[in-house]
């Protein structure tokens, strides 16, 4: 990493002005400066970003169905072309990318690469789907003396509202399935990640994206956001965030009179799971785990939530847990050795702190890695802890951070574990840990989740191989990074000829 960390020098005191990047010029006459600093050092300003107001947001919708048929109608190779040149621009300005992750978003060096490559394969992987699917019509067999061809084509116009988590890979993924596609769109990244945001449709503009097919508006949620669910000019929403949110957005597309039917696209929050039976290996569950549950502050969608250990070999896990809980490091994203960052912010580190002292004044407390004063005193940290709980069904809400749950189970209850698991509701990712080939199968099958994962960690996609994304209240589908996502953002039409 030496080569890249001292490329990311130069842009590790830089300060950026941005603001949102519209179809037109966009007046100063109302300051909506907001101010970015980082997670890990409060005190360091990263740069401040113009919100968008109301009246703009309308003003880019506009703009964004005017540029509809023009757009829809540019061959798909020419689309594709932009995506890939995307790629090439992010790659080489990889640095600036990565150094923005950990300034604005509190991600490890390491973290930040997989980011940005993820990123990357996003765009080959769109722009060779949308080649494939957009490119000449699908011929369908019929009778005799009939010809039928399925065609496809654009939606019309999408807002795509993205989290903080991942602000390069989610943001860059949503926007350019949905460009390549042949649908305009208005992006809307996160409030606390809206400077890289900008970095990556600043690139996007340089790759030759026409300035009214892809617009950035960044700002609040509920005031940018709200503006654009509750437009009737909107086709669709590609989105991912939190549960809650997405029901807004439901509730405020459905809310819409007279306009046809809109397409939601979302990929929500999770409560995942992972069995440990007592054939498992007691060190690779806990190496999987402390990745599993820790890394990225355990800001991670498919982060694990809940373990639960058989009772013949709980005991043990707990006790080499932790121990290598004891040696994670806390501390600056920045730094090599560091295991562990900050949460996103106040708000976050808060709620979570919240919870934390909730369950130790219960006396639930199983381990906790010591914060070091040196390390953590000017940002927002919170400690990796583990907590001893009675069942997924105790927790209310996701814990975005990292709080491993654990619950012993009796190998007699393993039914009664996989329904309350079903019957919360949530269904991203899952885990088992057994070296019974048959059980570990068996619960694969009865869980409904969308990723599961086989005596390994339950984090993780590769784009194209490991497509991603949940059901019931953890998301909609169809899978991020898998062959029939560009599907959701296009139209079918069957033409016949006699
Ligand atoms: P969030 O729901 O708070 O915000 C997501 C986006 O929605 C932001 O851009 C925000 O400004 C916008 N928003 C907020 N209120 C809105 C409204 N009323 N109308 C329209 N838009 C609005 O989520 P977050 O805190 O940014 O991200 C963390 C959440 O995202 C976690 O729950 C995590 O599990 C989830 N997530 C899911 C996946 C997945 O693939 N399933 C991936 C990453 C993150």
Same mark, same amino acid.
């Given at each position: 990493?030496?080569?890249?960390?001292?490329?990311?020098?130069?842009?590790?005191?830089?300060?950026?002005?941005?603001?949102?990047?519209?179809?037109?010029?966009?007046?100063?006459?109302?300051?909506?400066?907001?101010?970015?600093?980082?997670?890990?050092?409060?005190?360091?300003?990263?740069?401040?970003?113009?919100?968008?107001?109301?009246?703009?947001?309308?003003?880019?919708?506009?703009?964004?169905?005017?540029?509809?048929?023009?757009?829809?109608? $540019? *061959?798909? &190779?020419?689309?594709?072309?932009?995506?890939?040149?995307?790629?090439?621009?992010?790659?080489?300005?990889?640095?600036?990318?990565?150094?923005?992750?950990?300034?604005?978003?509190?991600?490890?060096?390491?973290?930040?690469?997989?980011?940005?490559?993820?990123?990357?394969?996003?765009?080959?992987?769109?722009?060779?789907?949308?080649?494939?699917?957009?490119?000449?019509?699908?011929?369908?067999?019929?009778?005799?003396?009939?010809?039928?061809?399925?065609?496809?084509?654009?939606? &019309?116009?999408?807002?795509?509202?993205?989290?903080?988590?991942? *602000?390069?890979?989610?943001?860059?993924?949503?926007?350019?399935?949905?460009?390549?596609?042949?649908? $305009?769109?208005?992006?809307?990244?996160?409030?606390?990640?809206?400077?890289?945001?900008?970095?990556?449709?600043?690139?996007?503009?340089?790759?030759?994206?026409?300035?009214?097919?892809?617009?950035?508006? *960044?700002?609040?949620?509920?005031?940018?956001?709200?503006?654009?669910?509750?437009?009737?000019?909107?086709?669709?929403?590609?989105?991912?965030?939190?549960?809650? $949110?997405?029901?807004?957005?439901?509730?405020?597309?459905?809310?819409?009179?007279?306009?046809?039917?809109?397409?939601?696209?979302?990929?929500?929050?999770?409560?995942?799971?992972?069995?440990? @039976?007592?054939?498992?290996?007691?060190?690779?569950?806990?190496? @999987?785990?402390?990745?599993?549950?820790?890394?990225?502050?355990?800001?991670?969608?498919?982060?694990? #939530?809940?373990?639960?250990?058989?009772?013949?070999?709980?005991?043990?896990?707990?006790?080499?847990?932790?121990?290598?809980?004891?040696?994670?490091?806390?501390?600056?994203?920045?730094?090599?050795? $560091?295991?562990?960052?900050?949460?996103? @912010?106040?708000?976050?580190?808060?709620?979570?702190?919240?919870?934390?002292?909730?369950?130790?004044?219960?006396?639930?407390?199983?381990?906790?890695?010591?914060?070091?004063?040196?390390?953590?005193?000017?940002?927002?940290?919170? *400690?990796?802890?583990?907590?001893?709980?009675?069942?997924?069904?105790?927790?209310?809400?996701?814990?975005?951070?990292?709080?491993?749950?654990?619950?012993?189970?009796?190998?007699?209850?393993?039914?009664?574990?996989?329904?309350?698991?079903?019957?919360?509701?949530?269904?991203?990712?899952?885990?088992?840990?057994?070296?019974?080939?048959?059980?570990?199968?068996?619960?694969?099958?009865?869980? #409904?989740?969308?990723?599961?994962?086989?005596?390994?960690?339950?984090?993780?996609?590769?784009?194209?191989?490991?497509?991603?994304? &949940?059901? &019931?209240?953890?998301?909609?589908?169809?899978?991020?990074?898998?062959?029939?996502?560009?599907?959701?953002?296009?139209?079918?039409?069957?033409?016949?000829?006699?």
């Amino acid at each position: 990493y030496q080569p890249l960390m001292d490329a990311m020098a130069r842009f590790m005191d830089k300060t950026y002005t941005t603001g949102p990047l519209l179809a037109f010029e966009v007046s100063k006459d109302v300051d909506t400066t907001h101010v970015v600093t980082s997670p890990y050092d409060h005190n360091q300003r990263v740069g401040s970003v113009q919100w968008t107001t109301r009246e703009q947001a309308s003003r880019a919708v506009d703009a964004a169905w005017a540029a509809f048929p023009r757009w829809e109608a $540019t *061959p798909v &190779g020419e689309r594709a072309t932009i995506i890939r040149r995307l790629a090439d621009l992010m790659e080489e300005n990889l640095a600036e990318l990565m150094a923005l992750c950990s300034r604005e978003g509190g991600k490890l060096l390491t973290d930040g690469v997989d980011e940005i490559r993820e990123a990357v394969d996003f765009c080959h992987y769109y722009a060779m789907r949308a080649e494939e699917l957009f490119d000449a019509p699908t011929e369908l067999p019929g009778p005799t003396g009939e010809s039928n061809e399925l065609m496809l084509g654009g939606k &019309g116009v999408f807002a795509a509202i993205s989290p903080w988590n991942f *602000p390069v890979a989610i943001f860059c993924g949503q926007v350019v399935a949905a460009a390549v596609s042949g649908n $305009t769109v208005l992006a809307k990244p996160a409030e606390q990640t809206s400077i890289v945001a900008h970095r990556v449709i600043e690139l996007l503009h340089e790759a030759g994206m026409p300035r009214d097919v892809v617009q950035l508006l *960044p700002g609040d949620g509920p005031t940018v956001g709200s503006v654009l669910t509750s437009d009737p000019r909107i086709t669709g929403v590609v989105f991912t965030g939190g549960t809650d $949110t997405a029901q807004i957005i439901n509730r405020a597309l459905a809310a819409r009179d007279n306009v046809p039917l809109p397409t939601l696209i979302a990929e929500t929050g999770g409560m995942n799971a992972l069995i440990v @039976d007592s054939t498992a290996l007691p060190e690779q569950v806990v190496a @999987d785990v402390i990745q599993s549950a820790f890394q990225s502050a355990g800001q991670r969608c498919s982060a694990l #939530r809940v373990l639960y250990l058989q009772d013949d070999v709980a005991d043990r896990v707990i006790e080499i847990l932790k121990g290598a809980m004891d040696e994670l490091h806390v501390g600056d994203p920045r730094d090599l050795g $560091t295991d562990v960052g900050p949460v996103i @912010d106040e708000e976050a580190r808060q709620g979570l702190m919240a919870h934390i002292d909730k369950l130790k004044a219960e006396g639930r407390l199983l381990a906790e890695t010591r914060l070091d004063p040196a390390h953590t005193a000017h940002g927002t940290f919170v *400690p990796p802890t583990a907590f001893r709980i009675d069942g997924i069904d105790a927790l209310e809400r996701e814990q975005f951070g990292p709080v491993l749950h654990i619950v012993r189970y009796k190998a007699s209850e393993i039914d009664k574990v996989i329904d309350t698991i079903n019957d919360k509701g949530y269904g991203l990712t899952f885990g088992v840990h057994s070296r019974n080939e048959s059980f570990a199968e068996l619960i694969a099958q009865k869980i #409904r989740v969308g990723n599961v994962y086989i005596n390994r960690n339950i984090i993780g996609a590769v784009v194209g191989v490991q497509p991603f994304g &949940g059901q &019931g209240l953890s998301g909609t589908g169809p899978k991020a990074g898998g062959p029939h996502y560009l599907l959701r953002f296009a139209t079918e039409k069957t033409v016949t000829v006699n």
